[in-house]
């Protein structure tokens, strides 16, 4: 049965794209019975296998793993990688170890890779219900997908999950059935952790009162995963509604008319196109009461960890924190080739930075870059005088916080540029290009 499904799910996944299969290989019994069955499916996937095993550092036992996982491999005549960490329990150990784990597989991962997790169906259900105890929504309860990104990876990678319908039971009766050597991690016992609590006192009763609780949590995590995807459809036409594409910003008054839990689910869907942290329901919640409803002459700003929410002119937007500067500090470009480093952590291009300038004075000029200290005036090309940078600004409706960070270009000690948005006449090329108002 576990050959059959395997097989099923790679025909259904498999394309010319994936040209290797990595497996996360603990040793324990699921990811050994993972490893065995694609070395069993070779003529069928003929794809090259690689085993990546994490040494945690945690256990007394842990060389002792890594060099069984060595011999395993090597006895299929399969590559094997152990990954070194230290794990930094600055929160949960659980939560610490498997970061650490995803990040050290991660650096093995190579274009045309996909990895593969032994997770299982009890694995679905103690996931599940986990989250349930901590306090999740539909996201969250549609526990692990059998298809989904490598967490904390930007590649856009895939995980599989190819036995996440079955059992622990066929897991185990397909490893006896082949012979097969595992190692026991004998944290596995340790009820300090919250999921073996749940796996050594929970599920035990709850299987007693109702045996197959298993499948039906994971019925209902397939059923919040179609619940979650009809979320998302419906907040992703709330933000082409809501979005200003000039200024990646949702317009207040387009949320107006929405319920409070239409424009929650917006707000997280607005979170994560941004990359950024979704918070929990009462900040969520607060982004509408105390953002955008906040005084007309107020400057509100929300933050959580890695977040920070603010409003200018009826729009909402959502960032990093911003981070500190010096706006006395000057950048001489004496390389104008070369990308000029900034204190702040940006790097300026020489591509952005001459955009409209005349060529030979950009060649000859004495450069500098610096931040707006006040008073400064620019003719723009198009402009018939010069006018008052500030002024410029606030026409241009640019947000207060963007405005002492943006990067002024001076030749021969004039401002030639703001770079990005206007040339200064003197300066600019015959043909200058069009630069935002």
Same mark, same amino acid.
């Given at each position: ?260 839990? #239409?424009?929650?689910? &917006?707000?997280? $869907?607005?979170?994560? !196109? =941004? @990359?950024?942290? /979704? ?5 969520? +919640? ?116 963007? #405005?002492?960070?943006? &990067?002024?270009? $001076?030749?021969?000690? !004039? =401002? @030639?540029?703001? /770079? ?5 006449? +003197? ?11």
């Amino acid at each position: 049965m576990l050959l059959s499904v395997l097989s099923q799910f790679l025909l259904t996944h498999l394309t010319a794209a994936h040209q290797r299969l990595v497996v996360a290989y603990s040793g324990g019994v699921d990811s050994h019975v993972l490893l065995d069955a694609l070395v069993q499916l070779q003529s069928i996937h003929q794809r090259s296998l690689l085993a990546v095993h994490v040494h945690h550092g945690l256990s007394q036992y842990a060389d002792n793993w890594a060099a069984h996982v060595q011999t395993t491999a090597a006895a299929y005549g399969v590559p094997c990688c152990i990954k070194y960490i230290t794990v930094n329990s600055h929160a949960s150990l659980e939560a610490c170890a498997r970061e650490a784990r995803y990040h050290a597989i991660n650096q093995e991962l190579q274009t045309g890779d996909v990895l593969l997790l032994a997770h299982h169906q009890q694995d679905q259900a103690e996931t599940l219900l986990l989250r349930l105890c901590r306090g999740t929504g539909v996201t969250g309860l549609k526990a692990m997908s059998a298809v989904s990104p490598v967490p904390y990876q930007s590649a856009l990678m895939k995980a599989w999950r190819p036995l996440l319908t079955l059992t622990k039971g066929d897991i185990l009766a397909y490893a006896q059935a082949q012979q097969l050597s595992w190692i026991e991690d004998e944290s596995n016992g340790h009820l300090r952790f919250d999921r073996n609590f749940l796996r050594q006192q929970v599920f035990p009763i709850l299987r007693a009162r109702w045996p197959h609780i298993d499948a039906r949590l994971t019925q209902t995590s397939r059923l919040m995963a179609e619940a979650d995807a009809l979320l998302n459809e419906m907040a992703a036409a709330d933000y082409q509604h809501a979005l200003d594409d000039t200024q990646q910003a949702l317009v207040i008054e387009r949320l107006q008319p929405m319920s409070r839990a #239409r424009r929650h689910q &917006l707000f997280r $869907y607005w979170l994560k !196109q =941004l @990359a950024l942290n /979704i918070p929990d329901y009462a900040d969520i +919640e607060r982004i509408w009461t105390e953002v955008c409803l906040a005084k007309a002459d107020a400057q509100p700003l929300l933050a959580w960890a890695g977040v920070e929410i603010r409003r200018y002119r009826q729009h909402l937007f959502a960032m990093s924190p911003l981070k500190p500067f010096n706006r006395r500090q000057e950048y001489p470009w004496l390389d104008k080739n070369q990308p000029l480093m900034l204190a702040c952590g940006q790097t300026l291009s020489p591509q952005l930075a001459q955009q409209g300038i005349r060529p030979e004075l950009w060649q000859t000029g004495a450069l500098c870059v610096r931040y707006r200290q006040g008073g400064e005036k620019i003719q723009p090309v198009g402009r018939h005088c010069h006018h008052d940078l500030k002024k410029l600004l606030q026409a241009s409706a640019i947000p207060p916080w963007q #405005r002492d960070r943006l &990067l002024l270009l $001076y030749i021969n000690q !004039q =401002l @030639a540029a703001v /770079i990005g948005y206007w040339v200064a006449v +003197e300066f600019a090329a015959e043909q200058p290009l069009m630069m935002k108002e």
